[in-house]
């Protein structure tokens, strides 16, 4: 026997997150930015002042670029024993599978809408959130694909749930802006 047969490659899986944030923030960003900026140009050329509006257009312009690099960058990278995730701002969350004690795959509403997106938490033994994982962000597909590659059983409350409902189940899952905003529409 030799070494290479002892020891298994661990099988490393990368996940993205889904591809419409981008397009969509891009949307959403040209139909606020450009009658708000045409308005500035109008108003700034007649005084000379145009110079500052396109300082102000290219420092939009500048965290647009970066908030699309750092999308580009996230990533999930899940093997058996760990899982590895990267923020839009570049920060790296690591956790073994051996650090979590549960596992909480939610369907929340969408507020305002009939709409239901995935939420899967990940736990430490205390019940405090090691991760989350916002179906806004990651795809049903890529959520299930973690569970399953971690191998850990996950509880799933059979009907969907309100942000305040999961709030008053369980409050350490909900953000604590979240939870004022919940309690204020309540």
């Known amino acids: 026997m030799t070494i290479s047969d002892e020891v ?27 009658p708000l900026f045409l308005v500035l140009y109008w108003l700034s050329i007649p005084r000379q002042t145009w110079p500052f509006v396109l300082e102000i257009q290219c420092g939009f312009t500048a965290l647009g670029v970066i908030f699309g690099l750092g999308v580009s960058k996230m990533a999930l990278r899940v093997t058996a024993d760990r899982l590895s995730v990267r923020s839009l701002l570049g920060r790296e969350t690591h956790v073994a599978t051996a650090d979590i004690g549960s596992v909480v795959l939610v369907e929340l509403y969408q507020s305002g809408t009939a709409d239901c997106l995935p939420h899967l938490y990940l736990l430490d033994a205390a019940g405090d959130v090691l991760v989350h994982l916002s179906g806004q962000i990651w795809s049903r597909s890529t959520i299930e694909s973690v569970i399953d590659q971690l191998g850990v059983a996950v509880l799933r409350p059979p009907d969907p749930l309100t942000v305040a409902e999961l709030g008053q189940l369980r409050p350490q899952l909900v953000r604590r802006l979240a939870r004022h905003a919940a309690r204020l529409n309540g």
């Open 8 to 34: 298994e490659p661990a099988q490393i899986r990368v996940l993205r997150p889904r591809e419409r944030i981008v397009s969509h923030s891009i949307i959403a960003a040209l139909a606020l930015f450009i």
